[in-house]
């Protein structure tokens, strides 16, 4: 490989292993935020996968990540709590549990073949009219799940989840999406579909098939979405509204952020939001920082978030990274 | 010497990589007409688009009247006295032929009625007071060709640029139009014509500019109407 | 059928017909900036949802009732006017999805800066309790804020039809909507049109906030939030492109919903929803152009 594709990967696979070694410095209580970033940047790769390499917008990733808890959540419940928390849970899936890892697989599985059949229609859409479908995908998904008692808890958060998302659990999860990502980047696959983004009209002309490389992508990325799911799952009791309209805004906020087009930009935007975010998260329950005290209004997290999405949007669209990828600074011969 | 009706000095057009005009200057007075012919790609729309404001990297001073234009909106273009009939006439084809005319108005700059205008208007292309209440996409090309114009001058512009007016229409229609120009001459207008129909064009106009790889290479008069070598050296230098 | 049956029919079916009437003032909102900007607005709920804290907010400082609707207005036209300049004019020319996300981005920001300024908990807006009283007409009991809805909606339907068939100003934007950049060279003023539009979508949504606060007075963050996103899912199987198409799918979303709200035991009535948006994938799929239109083309025109 060659020196500059190795940084593509290596900057932001370094970047995951920092923060998971700092997050292993902290106290306990901030060791969770740190945690909770690394998924963050999990389901945040995923999204890139798609939405990065294809120019497509899609505002439904976040079923798949809901799908992906589902699967891992209501197999992974040992067999003997199931009745007392999902009591109309389908037969099969009542009698039955898996371990941890086959929970995550089982997930990043079911993630990917719904992916896979939410974009054979949906993947010769466009822009906007791409961006309402897949948001009808995610109100289909959050619907269903969250009344359809037969595949989870319906309506109450998931809970009796062994909590097995601890920092290297996650940190092993982020670097694992992070490697898939860059894998299929550098592919022949992920070229192709960058093709397509930049000049649709040119990539048909030479006999891409736009419709079939958004295809492998959305599944791909569904399939790490699942994954990123079963991360989340299994770090915290999550509900349905835990994995809709605000995940799926934070997370698009943290592409977004840090840059849609680019690997390192996801990464860089999944960690740095999620660092302001604790930040100001803490903050709201009176943060002491140089001697001075920081006691900020509840909700004040997302307002900032939230603005910063919008004037990222505004002033400088493809982010904090520029869409590029990790690069070292070059040192030229002829600096004077 | 006083100002032209519409001046253009060193025009330089840029889209991305290509350099579409390559400072070309003219002028138009007023009560005449100059061609502005050339093969395709030649960059006659480029400098049409550039004089309305259309393009946002132009280069050079477009002057009306000794005001200049350069960094001015459409809309503003359109309200000192500038009218376009674009190319493929766009006119709104779910609104009706007097909406349409109504729309013209909008670019008016003197307050009040001027119900002589209307007259006028419908004197030259009568087609237009006939389909009034028809919805505009109802008339056949050359029928919006006339509305097109019949729009343009509705504003009361002082200069008139049109975008390849004879562009897919019937000879019948394009005497029509090409008679209309000559009357709107009459009548004090400048008119800057873009075409590709090169023979009728140097015929009527006054003067008329070869434009080729977004250069001007050669002035035709009417005079040079029938010579038919010097127009194809002009087309193909 | 006895009278009792009877009764909760004629009920849902005014109900239905009034949640269309609110519906249908809805989408032209968002039609009629779709229209001019090319922008769907995901933060139109939030316009809604401000106008609402105001009727809160005079109802909390005891404001005589046309106070407390006025400021409404002020609130809900300042809002429209300061998205238009510091959101929708940096962003003119950008994809439509850029737009759509944006406007996504736009719509949390505010929804939680009222949480931040007002709190989880809600306040109540209680001027207009009195419509929410029943009246009885023809042995059916009608509660009143059904009639003024309707009454209202087509008020302003034909106050909006009449603003852009017989004015200056709504036929620029009627052509502005159809070819913007030839209505440009003809002189038609870009930012006049757009902010003609702006508020125009804002009086009604300033109007829509005070409809809806009659029925449900506690007005949270996340007020008018699921309606929005039920709107835009009617205007999509509607016609997004055209007005009269957005209208009648915003209408016709809100009485289906409301017939089948009230038709349907709560059990079969969860799924609405993903009938709803498997409805309007279909339609985006088969004919992108909206179901009300003859026009069969994509949702976005080069």
């Given at each position: 490989m060659r020196r500059e594709t190795a940084l593509e990967l290596a900057g932001p696979a370094a970047l995951v292993v920092a923060a998971a070694l700092l997050g292993a410095l902290v106290s306990r209580s901030t060791e969770g935020y740190f945690t909770d970033a690394l998924v963050k940047v999990a389901i945040v790769v995923a999204l890139y996968v798609f939405i990065g390499n294809s120019g497509v917008l899609s505002f439904g990733h976040i079923s798949f990540v809901a799908i992906g808890a589902w699967t891992a959540g209501v197999l992974s419940v040992p067999a003997s709590e199931k009745p007392a928390i999902m009591p109309n849970l389908a037969g099969f899936l009542r009698d039955r549990a898996v371990g941890n890892l086959s929970s995550l697989a089982l997930a990043a599985l079911a993630g990917g073949v719904c992916a896979l059949v939410v974009a054979l229609p949906l993947m010769r859409l466009s822009g906007l009219a791409a961006g309402i479908a897949t948001f009808a995908v995610l109100e289909i998904t959050h619907n269903l799940l969250r009344y359809y008692e037969k595949v989870g808890p319906g309506l109450n958060t998931f809970s009796s989840v062994p909590e097995t998302t601890g920092l290297r659990q996650a940190a092993l999860g982020a670097l694992a999406v992070v490697a898939a990502a860059f894998a299929y980047g550098r592919s022949r696959f992920g070229r192709l579909l960058r093709a397509t983004r930049e000049d649709p009209a040119a990539?048909?002309?030479?006999?891409?098939?736009?419709?079939?490389?958004?295809?492998?992508?959305?599944?791909?990325?569904?399939?790490?979405?699942?994954?990123?799911?079963?991360?989340?799952?299994?770090?915290?009791?999550?509900?349905t509204e835990g994995v809709y309209l605000d995940l799926t805004f934070i997370t698009l906020a943290m592409l977004v952020i840090g840059g849609t087009t680019s690997l390192w930009g996801a990464v860089v935007g999944a960690l740095a939001v999620s660092a302001l975010d604790s930040t100001l998260a803490e903050a709201e329950n009176g943060l002491t920082v140089f001697g001075a005290t920081l006691d900020l209004p509840a909700g004040t997290r997302v307002v900032v978030v939230g603005a910063l999405m919008a004037l990222v949007l505004i002033l400088r669209p493809s982010g904090l990274t520029g869409g590029r990828e990790f690069r070292l600074p070059r040192v030229s011969a002829d600096a004077a | 010497m006083t100002e032209g009706a519409l001046v253009v000095e060193d025009l330089d057009v840029r889209y991305g990589g290509v350099h579409a005009v390559r400072g070309v200057s003219f002028s138009v007075e007023r009560g005449e007409i100059v061609g502005l012919i050339g093969a395709n790609g030649a960059g006659k729309s480029s400098t049409l688009h550039a004089v309305m404001g259309l393009v946002s990297s132009a280069a050079g001073e477009v002057r009306a009247a000794g005001a200049s234009l350069r960094r001015r909106r459409p809309e503003d273009v359109a309200r000192a006295g500038i009218a376009l009939v674009p190319e493929g006439r766009r006119v709104f084809a779910e609104l009706t032929v007097d909406e349409n005319l109504r729309l013209g108005l909008a670019a008016r700059r003197s307050r009040g009625g001027s119900p002589g205008l209307l007259e006028h208007v419908y004197e030259l292309f009568p087609v237009v007071r006939e389909f009034r209440r028809r919805p505009a996409g109802a008339l056949s090309g050359g029928q919006q060709q006339q509305l097109a114009i019949a729009r343009a001058l509705v504003a009361e512009p002082d200069v008139l640029l049109l975008d390849e007016p004879s562009l897919g229409l019937a000879p019948r229609v394009v005497d029509l139009v090409f008679d209309a120009l000559a009357a709107i001459r009459e009548q004090g207008l400048a008119v800057l014509l873009v075409e590709q129909r090169a023979q009728r064009t140097v015929a009527l106009a006054d003067r008329s500019h070869v434009l080729a790889n977004g250069e001007l290479r050669l002035t035709l008069g009417p005079e040079d109407a029938a010579d038919t070598e010097t127009m194809v050296a002009a087309y193909f230098s | 059928m006895t009278l009792a049956v009877l009764n909760i029919e004629w009920q849902t079916l005014a109900d239905a017909t009034a949640?269309?009437?609110?519906?249908?003032?809805?989408?032209?909102?968002?039609?009629?900036?779709?229209?001019?900007?090319?922008?769907?607005?995901?933060?139109?709920?939030?316009?809604?949802?401000?106008?609402?804290?105001?009727l809160a907010l005079a109802s909390q400082w005891e404001w005589p009732v046309w106070a407390g609707i006025v400021l409404c207005f002020a609130v809900v036209l300042a809002l429209s006017l300061l998205m238009d300049r510091l959101v929708f004019r940096p962003l003119r020319g950008q994809s439509p999805a850029v737009m759509l996300v944006a406007t996504f981005a736009v719509a949390f920001l505010l929804q939680s800066i009222a949480l931040l300024a007002f709190g989880p908990l809600g306040k109540i807006a209680t001027s207009l309790a009195s419509l929410n009283r029943p009246v009885t007409v023809g042995g059916v009991d009608i509660r009143k804020i059904t009639i003024v809805a309707i009454v209202v909606a087509a008020l302003c339907l034909l106050a909006l039809v009449l603003l852009l068939e017989r004015t200056t100003v709504g036929l620029h934007m009627r052509a502005a909507s159809m070819d913007f950049a030839t209505a440009r060279l003809l002189g038609v003023r870009a930012n006049r049109v757009i902010g003609a539009a702006v508020l125009v979508s804002g009086a009604l949504a300033a109007v829509v906030a005070i409809m809806l606060t009659v029925q449900n007075p506690l007005v949270t963050p996340d007020f008018a939030l699921r309606d929005t996103i039920v709107v835009l899912a009617g205007v999509v199987v509607g016609g997004l492109n055209r007005p009269i198409p957005a209208t009648l799918g915003g209408f016709a979303i809100g009485f289906a919903s409301g017939i089948l709200g009230g038709a349907l035991p709560t059990e079969k009535s969860q799924y609405l929803p993903s009938f709803l948006f498997a409805a309007v994938i279909l339609v985006l799929l088969v004919r992108p152009g909206g179901l009300f239109t003859r026009y069969r083309g994509a949702v976005e025109r080069v």
């Open positions: 990539a048909r002309a030479v006999g891409v098939s736009v419709y079939r490389q958004r295809l492998i992508a959305f599944a791909l990325s569904g399939a790490l979405a699942g994954l990123a799911g079963g991360l989340y799952v299994h770090l915290l009791p999550i509900s | - | 949640l269309g009437a609110v519906y249908a003032l809805m989408a032209v909102g968002i039609g009629l900036v779709f229209g001019v900007l090319r922008l769907v607005n995901f933060a139109y709920g939030q316009l809604v949802m401000a106008g609402a804290y105001a």
